[in-house]
């Protein structure tokens, strides 16, 4: 019997995988699963609370692993998170400063995320800006970029614009929960895509679709499940399916996202 090639969830949020469903921790593990961890700090209300979150979300990760779940975790604030106390933008700066430089001894931090847009507003672009300003010289973290559900076409194509003047380079950019219509301009312009699979983002048959119209994307695609409070198994099922061609299981499900995230054997 051939073995199953393992899997990385490259986006997942663990600390409300393991608040509403701990079982599941042993499930990833026992599926060969590793998982990339964005941080979402719901409810901070001051980038102290944020700060906050983010230790717990790093102590959590190392708590899995001793377990002996592979996972990872990148940091920063979702366009959803945005503390609601004024903070300016200097404080704003100096904030992200330190966290990059504290999590930069932890082996177990990856990069910058869950950031972007939602709305597209005023002050989403500006903290989605500091990040990247706060990101830029610091060249082995990874940029981990949300797009919404929302007029996604329209606001995908409001961060690409911002990703595009800020002067990154693009293979440190993963641009996720892509769809059909939006997967062309970000492979376009040289940037990873990410694609969600779930019941509400996209489903096998949208991979198919994403593949027929943009085979290139096979080298710079990555799945995932952006599990959390609501668990997802679908891309488990779909790498695991006989009919998945067994390159796309390798390729979508393994070396592409580690490949990116610089995971030799997720370990």
Same mark, same amino acid.
């Given at each position: 019997?051939? +073995?199953?090639?393992?899997?990385?969830?490259?986006? !997942?949020?663990?600390?409300?995988? $393991?608040?509403?469903?701990?079982?599941? +921790?042993?499930?990833?593990?026992?599926?060969?699963?590793?998982?990339?961890?964005?941080?979402?700090?719901?409810?901070?209300?001051?980038?102290?609370?944020?700060?906050?979150? $983010?230790?717990?979300?790093? !102590?959590?990760?190392?708590?899995?692993?001793?377990?002996?779940?592979?996972?990872?975790?990148?940091?920063?604030?979702?366009?959803?998170?945005?503390?609601?106390?004024?903070?300016?933008?200097?404080?704003?700066?100096?904030?992200?400063?330190?966290?990059?430089?504290?999590?930069?001894? %932890?082996?177990?931090?990856?990069?910058?995320?869950?950031?972007?847009?939602?709305?597209?507003?005023?002050?989403?672009?500006?903290?989605?800006?500091?990040?990247?300003?706060?990101? !830029?010289?610091?060249?082995?973290?990874?940029?981990?970029?949300?797009?919404?559900?929302?007029?996604?076409?329209?606001?995908?194509?409001?961060?690409?614009?911002?990703?595009?003047?800020?002067?990154? %380079?693009?293979?440190?950019?993963?641009?996720?929960?892509?769809?059909?219509?939006?997967?062309?301009? $970000?492979?376009?312009?040289?940037?990873?895509?990410?694609?969600?699979?779930?019941?509400?983002?996209?489903?096998?048959?949208?991979?198919?679709?994403?593949?027929? +119209?943009?085979?290139? !994307?096979?080298?710079?695609?990555?799945?995932?499940?952006?599990?959390?409070?609501?668990?997802?198994?679908?891309?488990?099922?779909?790498?695991?399916?006989?009919?998945?061609?067994?390159?796309?299981?390798?390729?979508?499900?393994?070396?592409?996202?580690?490949?990116?995230?610089?995971?030799?054997?997720?370990?």
């Amino acid at each position: 019997m051939i +073995a199953e090639p393992p899997i990385i969830d490259s986006h !997942a949020h663990l600390d409300f995988i $393991v608040e509403s469903r701990p079982e599941r +921790a042993q499930w990833l593990k026992s599926h060969g699963v590793s998982v990339v961890s964005w941080a979402f700090c719901e409810g901070a209300t001051t980038l102290e609370e944020a700060g906050s979150y $983010v230790d717990a979300h790093a !102590a959590l990760v190392r708590d899995l692993r001793a377990q002996g779940l592979h996972a990872y975790h990148v940091e920063g604030i979702h366009p959803r998170c945005i503390p609601s106390e004024p903070f300016g933008e200097e404080n704003l700066r100096r904030f992200l400063e330190e966290l990059f430089t504290k999590s930069a001894e %932890d082996p177990f931090f990856l990069g910058v995320g869950e950031i972007g847009l939602e709305t597209g507003d005023e002050l989403e672009r500006l903290v989605f800006q500091t990040h990247l300003d706060a990101a !830029a010289p610091r060249d082995r973290l990874s940029i981990c970029v949300h797009t919404p559900r929302k007029e996604k076409p329209r606001i995908t194509g409001e961060i690409l614009g911002i990703l595009d003047r800020s002067g990154l %380079d693009p293979e440190r950019i993963v641009v996720d929960h892509l769809v059909p219509e939006t997967l062309g301009s $970000v492979l376009e312009r040289g940037y990873w895509a990410g694609v969600t699979l779930s019941g509400i983002k996209c489903r096998p048959s949208d991979v198919h679709e994403m593949l027929r +119209a943009h085979p290139q !994307a096979l080298h710079r695609l990555m799945l995932n499940t952006d599990s959390n409070g609501k668990f997802h198994e679908d891309e488990v099922r779909f790498l695991r399916d006989p009919e998945t061609p067994a390159e796309w299981k390798t390729r979508l499900g393994y070396e592409n996202a580690a490949g990116f995230f610089g995971l030799s054997g997720a370990s």
